[in-house]
């Protein structure tokens, strides 16, 4: 089982060839989610092999169409191919009202239940909470409504050492000792700390969209293991960034060396570059552990 992130558009405004809009999935042992839908999405979840039905959460940063024009495709390719149960849509409250405009006008009935949620842009809150994940919304500083997302394992349980563990403990014993309490073991006690070994580590994932260059949520990533941090221009085009409300380059490995993060992934390039090693470059010249984030890089932060 793994916590994967799987790059399927790296554009900013416009596709272009083999370019696609923004779109990520992010697969955490059996849940998959997607984070925007940019135009063409889903050929390139087909192009990757990625199971469209086992897809349950979709979140939406915010309603500039490069981040959500590929939905309306999607959620009918998914009616097509006969999903059940619940999809889950989050984002600003524009987005709702959207899609249902859209699914009404073409009298398309899904078989599968639409549930949305309004994200807020202006506190974090914790948007989704599962026995294996917490998905929190981070504000950002854009025209308009715009939230990032901050995915985290929940801690893991202890782990039984093998070599101390007597062979015929009761699953409750195992249940005590993996929650980190002292066991009653034929009359005796089992010291927690001598029978189990520490917990696996639990990642944690910053996707931080269009946004001007900004320190408010410098705490809330705080030692990401990944952070993904848009880098529209090259830093010679600082003062286009501010106007159109983006980020460079070097802002986003600013933000990267600030909150201490393990690895910083910069995508929603500008069309503009070709090329896109220079930028690469020069986000690494302030934080060395940069990736470039384009269509089909894959980061394992647990395999």
């Given at each position: 089982m793994a916590f994967k992130v799987l790059v399927l558009g790296s554009n900013?405004?416009?596709?272009?060839?083999?370019?696609?809009?923004t779109s990520q999935l992010i697969t955490i042992d059996n849940h998959h989610l997607l984070i925007d839908c940019g135009e063409g999405a889903q050929l390139q979840l087909i192009k990757y092999r990625a199971k469209l039905a086992k897809i349950s959460h979709i979140f939406i940063s915010h309603m500039h169409g490069d981040h959500y024009f590929g939905l309306i495709g999607l959620l009918s390719t998914m009616h097509l191919f006969k999903k059940k149960g619940e999809l889950h849509l989050y984002g600003p409250p524009e987005l709702a009202e959207v899609?249902?405009?859209?699914?009404?006008?073409?009298?398309?009935?899904?078989?599968?239940?639409?549930?949305?949620?309004?994200?807020?842009?202006?506190?974090?809150e914790?948007?989704?909470?599962?026995?294996?994940?917490?998905?929190?919304?981070?504000?950002?500083?854009?025209?308009?409504?715009?939230?990032?997302?901050?995915i985290k394992e929940q801690?893991?349980?202890?782990?039984?050492?093998?070599?101390?563990?007597?062979?015929?403990?009761?699953?409750?014993?195992?249940?005590?000792?993996?929650?980190?309490?002292?066991t009653v073991y034929?009359?005796?006690?089992?010291s927690n700390q001598e029978y189990t070994l520490p917990p696996q580590p639990s990642f944690s994932y910053a996707y931080c969209s269009d946004t001007l260059?900004?320190?408010?949520?410098i705490e809330q990533i705080k030692g990401v293991d990944l952070l993904y941090h848009e880098a529209t221009f090259m830093h010679d085009m600082e003062a286009r960034a501010k106007v159109t409300h983006h980020s460079t380059t070097k802002q986003a490995a600013t933000i990267a060396k600030m909150a201490n993060v393990k690895q910083l992934?910069?995508?929603?390039?500008?069309?503009?570059?070709?090329?896109?090693?220079?930028?690469l470059e020069e986000a690494r010249e302030v934080f060395e552990q940069t990736i470039l984030g384009v269509e089909g890089t894959k980061v394992y932060l647990r395999k």
């Open positions: 900013a405004a416009a596709p272009a060839l083999n370019k696609f809009n899609i249902t405009v859209q699914l009404k006008a073409s009298m398309t009935f899904l078989n599968y239940r639409l549930v949305f949620h309004v994200t807020n842009g202006e506190v974090a914790t948007i989704l909470e599962t026995s294996k994940f917490s998905v929190t919304s981070i504000p950002l500083a854009h025209q308009i409504h715009c939230t990032g997302f901050l801690p893991h349980q202890r782990r039984i050492n093998k070599a101390k563990m007597p062979y015929d403990l009761s699953l409750e014993n195992i249940g005590d000792l993996k929650s980190g309490r002292d034929k009359n005796r006690i089992l260059f900004t320190k408010s949520f992934m910069i995508g929603h390039f500008s069309i503009r570059y070709n090329e896109l090693d220079p930028l």
